[in-house]
């Protein structure tokens, strides 16, 4: 399969989403919703993670404005090739202060917020990214309404009462969704599997995976 720019950020999606959650306490770097279900099992609890948990809404915020600035301001392509960049760096910058610091026996020290706000910023940007440059492909960070879109289509599919034209349309919107979802649990398997063997170092696939999106497009 062509690695394709919206191929390779759902693969980073489910990845470091995982990442983020097994090596920081459960802290969700790419989406919101998340946070807030750990956040109050961490106040029941009584488990480290809650100010990481509470930082993570105004970073993705304000990463979100300031990414939506930067596409407004440079434009097309060059705002494409910018903001990509920026999740490089910030990746980077997440695997270099996880391998060194990490593993992280409570998120909320001073190492394990700034990974995590990295991871946060760079997911951000991604989202940003998907809504301004990718918007016809599926979410690459959230697969309920791509599953649940899936299910309807084989639904209609299966009773049989399409026109031919609609028959098409839900088959080929069907398939592009299924591809979108195993890419991301692919990426929340490897994740999983590599951060069971290596700890940390599980930090270092994202940056490699957001440089392979870069050359991707502008190749």
């Not at 391998?99 to 992280?104: H, Q, S, Y």
Request: hydrophobic share 55%.
């Amino acid at each position: 399969m062509k690695p394709t720019v919206p191929i390779l950020l759902t693969f980073n999606g489910g990845y470091v989403d995982t990442a983020g959650f097994l090596l920081l306490q459960g802290l969700f770097t790419a989406h919101v919703t998340g946070n807030f279900v750990t956040l109050g099992a961490t106040v029941v609890h009584g488990t480290s993670g809650a100010m990481a948990k509470i930082l993570a809404l105004p970073v993705f915020c304000v990463v979100v404005i300031l990414a939506r600035a930067v596409a407004g301001y440079l434009v097309g392509e060059i705002a494409l090739k910018v903001l990509l960049s920026a999740t490089i760096v910030l990746f980077a910058a997440a695997a270099l202060l996880g391998t060194a610091l990490g593993p992280f026996n409570s998120a909320d020290t001073a190492g394990a917020l700034v990974t995590g706000m990295s991871l946060v910023a760079a997911m951000a940007i991604q989202n940003a990214v998907h809504r301004t440059h990718f918007s016809q492909s599926p979410p690459t960070t959230l697969m309920t309404g791509s599953t649940t879109q899936i299910m309807i289509d084989l639904a209609d599919l299966m009773g049989g009462k399409m026109s031919a034209g609609d028959h098409a349309v839900a088959v080929t919107r069907s398939a592009t969704l299924f591809r979108s979802v195993w890419v991301f649990a692919l990426g929340c398997g490897l994740a999983a599997l590599i951060y069971a063997r290596l700890g940390a170092a599980v930090l270092l696939v994202p940056p490699v995976i957001a440089i392979m999106t870069l050359i991707a497009r502008f190749r």
